[in-house]
């Protein structure tokens, strides 16, 4: 067969796209499993540290998932009873500054409190934006009292967290002031969705 014809051309392009190919789609078949155990506790350890509840170890997580927490019948959320007060989660996604935010949102089920947020997913600046995900700025949120459209990120604040619980505002992250915005709209989206979810029994 020359090198030059086109029945090489194609047999080669063939066969080196095989090399490639077949190699990537064993070894998805073969982590299948446990890219999917991994991407269930993800979502389970969110929404227990969004409830606030701690844990050691993943082995402990998935016990304390499964003693305190059940599925929402959409699966877009997570019900959970801790002390005995019941609250609600739900997983809520908004644009960002360079692409989406994933974050976990708890509250009580009338939605007059946060219970916590967690960042599942974000692509905001390292050192700016991204700050969203550290600790300071989701403890803020904890306790929260929730006005009747949620709460306000204080853009004006000292950037340091905002210790007044019954405000209605968390600082915002200085310097991600647009990342903080898209923080805002997606926490009270999600508020909406749990009192549509628990509302006034």
Known sequence: MKKDSVSYVVAFTFLACAAFIVPLAIANEATKKRV????????HSAALRAFG???????????KYASLVSDLPDGKGFRAQIDGKAYIAVKKTGGGLWGSITMVVAADEKGERLQGIEILDQMETPGL??????????KQFRGEKLGPEGLTIDTAGSGTGDGDPDNGRVDAV??????????QAIVNA???DIR??????
Request: net charge negative; proline share 4%; no cysteine.
């Open 129 to 138: 934006g991204g700050r969203i995900d550290e600790d300071w700025f989701k």
């Open 190 to 192: 999600a508020v909406k």
């Open 196 to 201: 549509a979810t628990g509302g006034p029994k």
């Open 174 to 183: 200085t310097g991600a002031s647009l990342t903080s915005g898209f923080v």
């Open 36 to 43: 999917e155990s991994n991407r269930l506790f993800a979502a």
């Open 53 to 63: 509840v701690s844990y050691g170890s993943p082995a402990e997580a998935e016990s």
